[in-house]
């Protein structure tokens, strides 16, 4: 793969350094780039070393797999990953990591080279660390989702959550371009199939969300936007 100026993909990269070094560090940040296409995806173990792999673009949902649970978290552009780091079967209690690409998606593997040219800039190891603890920030929101009592709730909150970082604003709502199956919703809330059936019926008649005819989904109205409504809700 060729290395490119990841800070052209990417602009948040260099967006806090001065401009009289910005063009530089442009200049000197660079990784190989690959396009991966829909459908299963496996890491390579050299993913293992350097700082990881930036989402450029596209999205991703990560499957971890423990006996006959799965719980599901989705990443998109910004999100930094080190697939190939994880204890799996051997840890404690063994479990396995599956990752599918939701839409085409642009992967910087941001190797131990750019580690090196990174080390010289300051702003974009900052960067490159807010953007590890965003993800944690949202996984940690994912996690309180699935405490919330009613499955209804959980799935709204959830759409609301995915809408704030991929959605968009069209006349017919707030568009969340993710084909998320049932079971896909229920991986990431924490219930099972039927219950998130249940769950988008009762939301559809409310008028809180539907699906569109491609499989993506258009959320209606207003997020729920106090802990009290939620408490209330749930």
Known sequence: MARVPIAHLYPQLVAEMPEERRQTARA?????VEQVPIGPWTPGRADASGVGILIVDGLLMRDVVLGETVAAEIV??????????????SAPVPFDVEWRV??????????????????????????????AVRRSQSLALQLAVCHLRRVHT?????????????????PEGVHVPLKLSHRALGHLVGAQRPSVTTALLQLAAEGLVSRRADGTWLLHGDPPETLERLRAAA
């Not at 992967?107 to 960067?127: I, N, T």
């Open 28 to 32: 000197q940040l660079l990784a190989p």
């Open 102 to 131: 939701q839409q085409p998606t642009t992967l910087a593997h941001l190797d131990r080279a750019f580690a090196s040219a990174m080390a010289q800039w300051p702003e974009a190891v900052e960067a490159i660390v807010a953007a």
């Open 76 to 89: 998109g552009r910004g999100d930094v990953l080190r697939p190939a780091q994880h204890d799996g079967m």
């Open 154 to 170: 959980r799935i709204h909150v959830l759409m609301w959550h995915l809408a704030d970082r991929w959605g968009k604003v069209g």
